[in-house]
C-alpha cells in the first residue's frame, strides 16, 4: 500500500500538490476562524445546588436546608461524591458525578430530585440549580462607581440596566453583582404601637402581604361581550403604602403609617465591593459551559460600549477591565505563534546549511505547515479547540514534523547526484520512487515509535486527563500527519523539483567541515570504548540522584498578568470594617509600579455558589501582559507588603504559595495571593481554594467546631 502511494506520488505529482494546496489554505481559513482559549474544558461533570435561606444561621440552614437536600440527591445514579457547605443564610451542595457521564442528563435527574424535596423545607426557601458555567468560570471583571449617584442609585442602574444587557450576550451564563445597596420599601413597625392598638406583628405582616400583592379579578361577561377585570391594587409610593389598613378598632380604620415607619432604605446587605479605593458595584461575567472566553469577552467588550454613553449621561464611571483573563490568551497565543514562527525560521535554517541546496531546504519545510494544519483541521473534526496544550503539542512536534521529509528528500538528492553520473541514467521518476522506498521502513516505524511515547499522556483520568490529553493528541496527529506528507507530498515536489536538473557532486561546505572532526572524534571513540561506557553510566546515575531534589508541581506557575488577593477577617468581622481594612490594602499594593488597578468586593453575590462572609475579601489586582520578570518582580512586592516586609521585599520566595497571617501593616487578617487559573485547577481538583484542606469527621459537630487549629485559632463558626 505504501508502495502504491509513493508510485501514485511520483507519477501523478499535480494531483498531490492541488490536494496538498487545497489542505493548506482550508486549514489556514478555519485556523482563522477557530475560537482560542487557555486551557480545555477541565471541569468535572458537576452541579451545583444553591438555596437562599434568609434569617438562618449556619446551625439551622444545616439541619433545616442541606441535609435534606443530600439526602435526595444521594440516590442518583452516576453520583461520584457529594458535598456541602452552609452558612449563615446560604446552603450549597455540590454533586459529582463520574467521568464521562452527561451534565445535561445529571442536571436532569438533580432537578426532579430537588422537586420531590422542596415540600421537606422551610416554607419559602426554594433550592436552585447554579448556571452551568465554564472550567475557567469568569471572563470579565468591571465594576463601576459615581461621585453624584448614590450606592442604591448605582445598584438600580445595574440590576436594571447593565446585568440584563450583559446577560444577552451569547455564552454569559451568570453575571455575579457585588457592592451597591439594593432598594427596598421597609415597613419598620413600632411595638409600643402594636401593642396601644392590640395588634400582633403578624397582622402588620398581612396587611403589607395585601397592600403589595397582585391578584387577578377575571372577568365579566354579557350576552355578547367578555370584559376582563385589570386591578390596580399596588400601593404607587410610600404615602399609598402606609394607608394600607391593617385592622378596625372602635370603627376606626388603623393603617401601616399608624404602627410602622414606612421608609425608603437599603436592604440587609451580604456584600460591598470598592473600585481603586472608591465604593462601587463589582461585577463578575460567568461564561457559559463551552463557551470560549475570547470570543465572549469581545462580545460583552462590543455591549460596554454601546452602554458607555448612557453611562456617562448617568455621570458614571466605568471600570470595564478590572478582570480580564482574555489578556492572558492573547499573550500566551502570541507568543506560542512567535515561537513556532521562530521554530520553523531555525528549522529552515539549519536545513539550508546542511543541505546547501534551496530547493531541497524547501521540500523539506514545507512538511512543516502542512503537517500542523492537517493536524489543526482533524483536532478541529474532532471539536477540540484551540488552546495554550495544543497549540503546545504542536510546538513540541515542531522539530520532529521534518524529519521524515529530511530523510526522503535527502536521500532522493543522493541517489539522483549518483544517477546523473552513470553513463546510462534511469528515468528520473524511477530514482526518486527507488529512493522513497529505501527509507520508507526506517521512516514508518521511526514516526510511530515517537508518536507512541504520547500515547500514555492519552490514558490519564480527571483533571489531568483533560488538561493534558489534547497536548498528546495534538503532537501524535501531527506526527502522523508529516508521515504521510512525506509518503505523498516530498516524493512528487522531488519529482519536480530535483529530476533533470544537475546537482553539485561536492558535501555541501559544513559537512565538508564537520566530516573530518567526526570522524576523528569517532576514532577516538573507538579507541576507549569503556571510558565512553563509564561516563556514560556516571551521568545517568548522576541524572536519576538529581531527580528526587526536583518539586512537584500540577502545572508550572503562570504570567497571567493578573492576581487575586485573598482577605480573611476573624469570622463575624462586620461590611465596613472588612472595607476599611480593604481601603488600606488597596492603597499600599496600588502604590507599587505596574499595577493598574486594584478591586476589592466582600461577602458573596446573591444568588451566588460561595459561601463567604462579610469577613471575607477578594481583590482584582490587574497588572496587565507584562514581561516575566516585571510580574515576578510585583508578586514578589505585594507579598512583601501584605507581611509587613516593605513594598521591596518579601519574606517569602517568589513562587512560595502560602497565606502570610496577621503580620505586618494588617494584625487581625489573613492573607492568600495567587493567579487565577492556577486557583480554579486547585480548586477543581480539591473542591476548594486551598492549598491544604482537612476533613474532621465525627458525629460531634459542636466539638468539632471548638477544637482549635493548630496554629490556636479557633475555627470559622460561621461555616459548616
Known sequence: MIGALVHFSVRRPGVVLALALTVTLYGMHRLYLASLDVFPEFSPSQVVIQTETPGLNAQLTETLVTRPI?????????????????????????????????????????????????????????????????????????????????????????????????????????????????????????????????????????????????????????????????????????????????????????????????????????????????????????????????????????????????????????????????????????????????????????????????????????????????????????????????????????????????????????????????????????????ASMEVRSSVVYATFIVALVFVPLLTLSGVAGKLFAPLALAYILAILASLVVALTVTPALAHLMLSGRVLGRGDPPLIAWLKPRYVRLLENIEKRPQAVLITAGLGLAAGMALLPLFSGEFIPPLKEGHYILHMTAIPGTSEQESLRIGNLVTTAVGRIPGVQSVAQWVGRAPNGADTFGTHYSEFEVEIGPLPGEEQTRILRQIRGVMSGAGAGESSAGAEDESAYRGSGGFPGVNFAVNTFLTERIEETVAGYPAAVIVSVLGPELDAARSSPTPNGEPQDQDRW
Open 70 to 434: 443530600e439526602s435526595a440527591v444521594a440516590g442518583v445514579a452516576g453520583l461520584a461524591s457529594l458535598r456541602s457547605q452552609s452558612i449563615p443564610g446560604l446552603s450549597v451542595v455540590t454533586a459529582v458525578f463520574e467521568e464521562g457521564s452527561d451534565i445535561f442528563r445529571n442536571r436532569q435527574m438533580i432537578a426532579e430530585r430537588l422537586g420531590e424535596v422542596i415540600p421537606q423545607l422551610p416554607s419559602g426557601i426554594t433550592p436552585s440549580i447554579t448556571p452551568l458555567t465554564s472550567s475557567a468560570s469568569t471572563v470579565l471583571g468591571l465594576g463601576v462607581t459615581s461621585e453624584q449617584r448614590s450606592l442604591m442609585e448605582l445598584r438600580g442602574l445595574v440590576d436594571s440596566t447593565l446585568r440584563p444587557h450583559l446577560l444577552g450576550v451569547r455564552g454569559v451564563a451568570d453575571v455575579n453583582v457585588f457592592g451597591g445597596e439594593v432598594r427596598q420599601w421597609q415597613i419598620q413597625a413600632d411595638p409600643a404601637r402594636l401593642a396601644r392598638y392590640g395588634l400582633a406583628l403578624a397582622e402588620v405582616l398581612a396587611a403589607a402581604k395585601r397592600a403589595t400583592g397582585v391578584r387577578g379579578a377575571g372577568y365579566v361577561e354579557n350576552a355578547n361581550q367578555r370584559i376582563v377585570l385589570a386591578t390596580e391594587g399596588q400601593a404607587g409610593d410610600l404615602r399609598d403604602l402606609g394607608l394600607a389598613p391593617v385592622a378596625v378598632r372602635n370603627g376606626a380604620v388603623i393603617t401601616l403609617a399608624d404602627v410602622a415607619r414606612i421608609v425608603e432604605g437599603p436592604a440587609p446587605s451580604i456584600s460591598a465591593a470598592a473600585i481603586n479605593g472608591k465604593p462601587g458595584v463589582f461585577l463578575m461575567v460567568q461564561g457559559q459551559f463551552g463557551a470560549k472566553t475570547r470570543a465572549v469577552t469581545a462580545a460583552l467588550e462590543r455591549t460596554l460600549d454601546d452602554l458607555k454613553p448612557l453611562l456617562e449621561r448617568q455621570q458614571v464611571n466605568l471600570h470595564p477591565r478590572l478582570f480580564r483573563p482574555a489578556n492572558f490568551i492573547e499573550t500566551a497565543v502570541a507568543n506560542v505563534q512567535r515561537d513556532v514562527l521562530l521554530g520553523s525560521l531555525l528549522v529552515v535554517s539549519v536545513l539550508f546549511l546542511f543541505l546547501y541546496n534551496a530547493r531541497t531546504a524547501f521540500i523539506s519545510s514545507i512538511a512543516i505547515p502542512l503537517s500542523l494544519l492537517a493536524a489543526v483541521l482533524v483536532l478541529e473534526h474532532l471539536d477540540i479547540s484551540l488552546n495554550i496544550m495544543v497549540l503546545g503539542g504542536l510546538a513540541i512536534a515542531l522539530g520532529e514534523v521534518v524529519d521524515d521529509a529530511i530523510i526522503d528528500c535527502e536521500n532522493i538528492f543522493r541517489r539522483l547526484r549518483e544517477n546523473q553520473a552513470l553513463a546510462d541514467p534511469k528515468p528520473g521518476f524511477q530514482v526518486v520512487y527507488e
